[in-house]
């Protein structure tokens, strides 16, 4: 049965959703029917169907996969499932859709898979489930404050994927007290509301069932200073049980019963003296003030965080200390106050800001995190690639240019160091991903080939060719035609003809008549690439040169822009008394496939005394045959 046939079988098959008929097609050997089948297979909402995809899934093509990526939230049902009794490599593949595609629907799935006996597929599904908690917190980011007309809307979406990741914590909640996985914690106190109940039902149910010493989620919580969780804490010093206010007063170093004012606010007002304000800092170890303030400075006026900063200012702390202490209030609206924290910063070294960088490029503040990424980028912070793989995605849009052109160049200065032990072919697949290289790029590359050194000037230009930047540098191309070194001018012919002006063209016309071999010998190769057939002409003398490269390529480049007689200039060469001429006129016979070009071969094959010649011309012959088994065209030309 022929293609056209089998897609019409399949749409019958589609129409009444035989779902045999399809999983048979994913054995054909057509990947646009596998692909089609895929899709059918998905829609038929057939959980059996389903499953078999799941398990088959390394064996589609790549449009298939990456359709059962885009349909995670039509197969969750099974995806549930088979995390739950698939094999290893079954689950695997469930992991990798889920991480292609992290949907809040199948944020249940993934808290199951926290408790995956595999520790690799448990830790990714952690990296996981905590995209899709930064997705519900920047979510909720946007929709807060939000009047316009949709906000409605958006609210009411937020809800239904916080029931969806309500369901998904209870369910993590197992896996912490399982595996100690206390991202299960962070992420319910992140997402808070009905979440953040969680925390507090497992710190009841821990004391419940364990009185005489502190259980994980206690010795969790009273181990961090995240703001998070202080705002936790500082709800359970007024709860009701005396169980949780006591860990709660615990986590702070205070005594049960010790009075607690929970806005540290009142330490900014101007009737407390400067002295008290130092020792406030100075012992900010014991009562995390700093820690409070994140993400809460702008609960304080610009004038009191001035005096709070000039105390601090005049204690000569650490390094590491004044890190905290001006990365917490950078995070102020108050734009001048927020320079004056990163300038300070800026002045520290990079081991005593490094945490603190890796904290503030994940900030809600744009300022923060495009600071941030700025000092990793620039101090070669270990974080700064997998940060701007990150910020590629934010919502940022100067973030999201920053991160761009840091990775962009980072791959090509990967690239430059490689360049010269990677095969040409590899070259040019890698140079075309990097083709969108930023102008300081090109701007570098432009200064190279100003330079004093052929070596240099080659070098430049091709990096240039092979990451296909030559659009982007057409005049200096152009006045390098008349470079001094002929490989130089050898290596510019192509480029300029992928410029397709006319000055490149004239430029090439004159390159025709160049002293040196190559140079004339690439001019005809960029003139068949142009396919100018008004240049035909100044190939003809070129059909008698001495040389084997530039006749051949002549002929070639003739016959490829309509010259037939051409090929007769081919025949020729294959008897001539030169060695080389006999090779370059097999090459340009393989590469034109004349009519009678079988023959020309063989009878030249059936005298010819130099076994490299006739193992080329075998070679020969062999491309012809699958060209013509390819081509039908071919055997009738």
Same mark, same amino acid.
């Given at each position: 049965?022929?293609?056209?046939?089998?897609?019409?079988?399949?749409?019958?098959?589609?129409s009444?959703?035989? @779902?045999?008929?399809?999983?048979?097609?994913?054995?054909?050997?057509? #990947?646009a029917?596998?692909?089609?089948?895929?899709?059918?297979?998905?829609a038929?909402n057939? #959980?059996?169907a389903?499953?078999?995809?799941?398990l088959?899934?390394?064996?589609?093509?790549?449009?298939?996969?990456?359709?059962?990526?885009?349909?995670?939230?039509?197969?969750?049902?099974?995806?549930?499932?088979?995390?739950?009794?698939?094999?290893?490599?079954?689950?695997?593949?469930v992991?990798?859709?889920?991480?292609?595609?992290?949907s809040?629907?199948?944020?249940?799935?993934?808290?199951?898979?926290?408790?995956?006996?595999?520790? $690799?597929? &448990?830790?990714?599904?952690?990296?996981?489930?905590?995209?899709?908690?930064?997705?519900?917190?920047?979510?909720? $980011?946007?929709?807060?404050g939000?009047?316009?007309?949709?906000? @409605?809307?958006?609210r009411? *979406?937020?809800h #239904?994927?916080?029931?969806?990741?309500? !369901?998904a +914590?209870?369910? %993590?909640?197992?896996?912490f007290?399982?595996?100690?996985?206390? +991202?299960?914690?962070?992420g319910a106190?992140?997402?808070?509301?009905?979440?953040?109940?969680?925390?507090?039902?497992?710190? *009841? =149910?821990?004391r419940?069932?364990? *009185?005489?010493?502190?259980?994980p989620?206690?010795?969790?919580?009273?181990?961090?200073?995240?703001?998070?969780?202080? =705002?936790?804490?500082?709800?359970?010093?007024?709860?009701?049980?005396?169980?949780?206010?006591?860990?709660a007063l !615990?986590a702070?170093?205070?005594?049960?019963?010790q #009075?607690?004012?929970?806005?540290?606010?009142?330490?900014?007002?101007?009737?407390?003296s400067?002295?008290?304000?130092?020792?406030?800092?100075?012992?900010?170890?014991?009562?995390?003030?700093?820690?409070m303030?994140?993400?809460?400075?702008?609960?304080?006026?610009?004038r009191?965080?001035?005096?709070?900063?000039?105390?601090?200012?005049r204690?000569?702390?650490?390094?590491?200390?004044?890190?905290?202490?001006?990365?917490?209030?950078?995070?102020?609206?108050?734009?001048?106050?927020?320079?004056?924290? +990163?300038?300070?910063?800026?002045?520290l070294?990079?081991?005593?800001?490094?945490?603190?960088?890796?904290?503030?490029?994940?900030?809600?503040?744009q300022?923060?995190?495009?600071?941030?990424?700025?000092?990793? =980028?620039d101090?070669?912070?270990?974080?700064?690639?997998? =940060?701007?793989?990150?910020?590629?995605?934010?919502?940022?849009?100067?973030?999201?240019?920053? &991160?761009?052109?840091f990775?962009?160049?980072?791959?090509?200065?990967?690239?430059?160091?490689?360049?010269?032990?990677?095969?040409?072919?590899?070259?040019?697949a890698?140079?075309?991903?990097?083709?969108?290289?930023?102008?300081g790029?090109?701007?570098e590359?432009? *200064?190279?080939?100003?330079?004093?050194?052929?070596?240099?000037?080659?070098?430049?230009?091709r990096?240039l060719?092979?990451?296909?930047?030559?659009? !982007?540098?057409?005049?200096?191309?152009?006045a390098?035609m008349?470079d001094?070194?002929?490989?130089?001018?050898?290596?510019?012919?192509?480029?300029?003809?992928?410029?397709?002006?006319?000055?490149?063209?004239?430029?090439?016309?004159?390159?025709?008549?160049?002293?040196?071999?190559?140079?004339?010998?690439?001019?005809?190769? %960029?003139?068949?690439?142009?396919?100018?057939r008004?240049?035909?002409?100044?190939?003809?003398?070129?059909?008698?040169?001495?040389?084997n490269?530039i006749?051949?390529?002549?002929?070639k480049?003739l016959?490829?822009?309509?010259?037939?007689?051409?090929?007769?200039?081919m025949?020729?060469m294959?008897?001539?008394?030169?060695?080389?001429?006999?090779?370059?006129? @097999?090459?340009?016979?393989?590469?034109?496939?004349?009519?009678?070009?079988?023959?020309?071969?063989?009878?030249?094959?059936?005298? $010819?005394?130099?076994?490299?010649?006739?193992?080329?011309?075998?070679a020969?012959?062999?491309?012809l045959?699958?060209?013509r088994?390819?081509?039908?065209?071919?055997e009738? &030309?």
């Open positions: 049965m022929g293609v056209a046939e089998t897609f019409s079988a399949l749409r019958l098959v589609q009444r959703h035989v @779902v045999p008929a399809l999983l048979a097609a994913l054995d054909s050997e057509h #990947e029917l596998k692909v089609a089948a895929v899709n059918a297979l998905i038929s057939d #959980e059996p389903h499953r078999a995809l799941i088959r899934f390394d064996e589609l093509p790549l449009m298939a996969q990456s359709a059962m990526v885009d349909s995670v939230h039509a197969l969750r049902a099974v995806l549930a499932d088979v995390a739950r009794d698939g094999d290893g490599e079954a689950r695997g593949v992991l990798r859709l889920l991480e292609l595609n992290v809040y629907e199948c944020s249940e799935t993934l808290a199951e898979l926290l408790s995956d006996p595999v520790t $690799e597929y &448990a830790d990714r599904a952690e990296e996981a489930f905590r995209r899709v908690v930064e997705r519900y917190q920047s979510e909720q $980011e946007d929709a807060a939000d009047l316009d007309t949709g906000s @409605v809307k958006k009411e *979406r937020l #239904e994927h916080a029931r969806h990741l309500f !369901r +914590f209870k369910l %993590a909640t197992e896996s007290f399982r595996h100690r996985r206390e +991202f299960v914690l962070e106190l992140n997402v808070g509301g009905e979440c953040r109940a969680l925390v507090t039902d497992a710190l *009841r =149910a821990e419940e069932a364990n *009185r005489d010493e502190p259980g989620v206690e010795r969790f919580l009273v181990a961090r200073h995240d703001v998070r969780v202080l =705002a936790f804490l500082f709800e359970r010093l007024s709860d009701h049980r005396v169980d949780i206010r006591a860990i !615990r702070f170093g205070l005594k049960r019963g #009075e607690v004012n929970v806005n540290f606010g009142y330490l900014l007002d101007e009737q407390v400067d002295e008290d304000l130092r020792k406030m800092l100075i012992t900010s170890g014991q009562v995390p003030f700093l820690s303030m994140q993400g809460h400075v702008d609960r304080y006026p610009p009191a965080l001035r005096r709070l900063m000039h105390e601090f200012s204690l000569n702390m650490p390094g590491r200390s004044q890190a905290e202490f001006y990365g917490t209030l950078c995070e102020s609206r108050d734009q001048s106050i927020a320079e004056d924290c +990163f300038a300070r910063l800026r002045a070294p990079l081991g005593d800001v490094q945490d603190l960088l890796s904290r503030l490029v994940t900030s809600r503040r300022s923060s995190v495009r600071f941030a990424f700025e000092q990793m =980028a101090r070669g912070h270990p974080g700064a690639l997998q =940060a701007a793989t990150r910020l590629i995605e934010s919502r940022f849009t100067d973030v999201r240019d920053l &991160a761009s052109t990775v962009a160049r980072r791959a090509y200065a990967r690239y430059v160091e490689r360049f010269e032990s990677m095969s040409e072919a590899d070259r040019r890698a140079g075309a991903v990097l083709r969108h290289v930023d102008d790029v090109i701007e590359l432009r *200064r190279e080939i100003d330079a004093t050194e052929p070596a240099v000037r080659l070098r430049a230009l990096l060719d092979c990451t296909h930047n030559a659009h !982007r540098m057409g005049e200096t191309l152009l390098l008349n001094p070194d002929a490989r130089v001018r050898a290596s510019v012919v192509n480029m300029l003809a992928t410029l397709r002006s006319e000055a490149a063209i004239r430029a090439i016309g004159r390159l025709l008549g160049d002293e040196d071999k190559r140079v004339r010998a690439n001019a005809i190769e %960029a003139v068949e690439a142009l396919g100018e008004g240049l035909a002409r100044a190939l003809i003398p070129y059909l008698s040169d001495a040389n490269r006749r051949g390529n002549a002929a480049a016959y490829n822009l309509g010259v037939e007689e051409a090929a007769q200039i025949k020729a294959l008897h001539d008394g030169s060695e080389l001429m006999r090779m370059s006129g @097999v090459w340009a016979i393989r590469e034109t496939s004349p009519p009678g070009a079988e023959q020309w071969l063989a009878e030249r094959r059936a005298i $010819e005394p130099l076994e490299s010649i006739n193992t080329r011309i075998d020969a012959l062999a491309r045959a699958q060209k088994a390819q081509s039908p065209a071919l009738t &030309a």
